[in-house]
């Protein structure tokens, strides 16, 4: 088995440019049997889809190779994924989306089991989450309650700090995505639950968000004044933590070796892909990272191969 | 001149305990011509005044003590706070109240100075914060502007990536205070003002705010989501900043040597007092900061002295 260091030196050799290559692609994409794609940045920006996305998913699929779309965007389900799909008109099935808010679920419910009855999520994010925690069977509070909404009140301080009625004594694991809504109130309560021993988990920590071809604040943006407040640092189960990679393999059971992460991102993407020890990785220049990063001396994270956009894969 | 080294070298001798040492306070009252009060966690916790307060601040007055309280709490003016002293029944004049509100209006009207027409603010925090901009002719938008409570529509995305009506081009500054009512929009438009080369500045970046004898989350929580997404960090001109000591010097004219600051919190209200040079630091044990803090082995911060609460000074 090849060590970690072995793993990224190997991948540290210069990066192939595959766009306009057609050789190239051809040989590269043969030499896999399984591709993970990341979704926000490669398939689309926010409601934006990218040219020739849907022929080059249709291109692979001729060619037989199996698709994962492994995504840290907590805010979707995997149900709500296949909708998306189907309005980019993707083909893509709902058991190929593995999502962060599936794989804390699976964390949660499957590998923590924490005992009964402190075993409620406090969740600081959207529908996504809580449906992917309803699909495991976990309880939870919190999320898009629109209780938790509005403005904190003077006793709302003495309820909280002598853990009164807003304070569920089941809590014992607080889980943050990416909130669009937060509230005072919420991370109030978090930050109380913190400090009764809850554990601290994140379905990821991205510092930003790709929409309509810019960025906007991530769900590390929404555990930040968590992590500000308690001092405390979560565990995240998205990219690149290969506590999703492990999830992954053990449901969809590939050879690492024949597979390959395509992302828009060194930092989550292509380190989950390296750091797991795939046979390739691919980074496609519609996203966050920029060729300059891995292009330069000392890169710390370098992609096997890249392309200006994932349609260049079409030749 | 002390050097920073000397300083606190001279501040690391083990702090002296004054509860129920009266001859100890007499000798350490009789040091100093000037008190620093920090607020929050030394007067009063949110709402509960902490017993004998206002006969401790009488006792100073008579003895000809010049006071000046120094909070880091950015959700009121200093108007908002004489409100509060009366409340509370302490003898204080809006004139003594330097808050972090006020450092950060004087950096940027007087130390500052962006040249019109882009030297406009957008705040996120409270009045407080809105209203020493007023008082110092700084033009402002965000801050406690209901419009921006609502919640993030797709079309809000488009509308900030095209650098559209959502934004004021005349925005030069983001300027991070405690804001109770944070929403993903507010948070967007302070990125995306980033991104174009606003300053950013914070009136305090401290991790929690005690009130209800309890820690809530702190201006800092406030600033973190942006510090998460962007990667910069704010210029903090709250306690332990010095340009707030400077600027406190500069309105109050006093010897530094002949200053004591009273704090709760060793990372910011003590270290502010030590860095500062003044004549001595005096922790009180009702806010955030432990004992067992200062008095370990090798603490970074440490007071000159220490009591369980502001009100045994009157012995």
Same mark, same amino acid.
């Given at each position: 088995m090849q060590s970690l260091k072995d793993v990224i030196s190997g991948a540290m050799s210069a990066p192939k440019?595959?766009?306009?290559d057609k050789a190239g692609i051809d040989a590269f994409i043969d030499k896999f049997d399984v591709f993970l794609f990341d979704c926000d940045g490669v398939l689309w920006s926010g409601e934006h889809l990218f040219p020739r996305v849907p022929e080059t998913i249709a291109m692979l699929r001729q060619r037989n190779k199996q698709l994962i779309f492994v995504t840290n965007n907590s805010t979707k389900s995997r149900a709500d994924y296949k909708k998306k799909f189907d309005a980019m008109g993707i083909e893509a099935y709902e058991n190929e989306v593995f999502g962060s808010s599936y794989s804390a679920a699976i964390y949660i419910a499957r590998?923590?089991? &924490?005992?009964? @009855?402190?075993?409620k999520v406090f969740v600081l994010g959207e529908s996504g989450v809580e449906q992917e925690l309803h699909s495991e069977h976990v309880r939870f509070c919190g999320g898009t309650d629109p209780t938790l909404r509005r403005d904190m009140q003077p006793a709302d301080f003495q309820n909280i700090a002598s853990q009164?009625? &807003?304070?569920? @004594?089941?809590?014992g694991i607080v889980l943050t995505g990416l909130d669009y809504h937060p509230s005072y109130l919420k991370y109030s309560l978090a930050q109380a639950y913190l400090r009764q021993g809850a554990r601290f988990l994140a379905t990821n920590t991205d510092s930003s968000l790709p929409s309509a071809g810019t960025l906007f604040p991530g769900a590390g943006a929404t555990s930040a004044p968590l992590v500000k407040a308690s001092g405390q640092e979560p565990l995240a189960l998205g990219k690149p933590s290969q506590a999703m990679m492990d999830a992954i393999e053990g449901k969809f059971q590939f050879d690492r070796t024949k597979a390959c992460m395509i992302g828009d991102r060194l930092n989550t993407d292509i380190q989950f892909g390296v750091e797991g020890g795939l046979g390739g990785t691919l980074c496609v220049l519609t996203g966050v990272s920029r060729k300059e990063e891995f292009l330069a001396q000392g890169a710390a994270v370098v992609p096997s191969a890249y392309v200006d956009a994932l349609g260049d894969l079409l030749g």
């Open positions: 440019y595959l766009t306009g590998i923590m089991k &924490l005992p009964a @009855p402190r075993n009164g009625s &807003l304070l569920d @004594p089941d809590v």
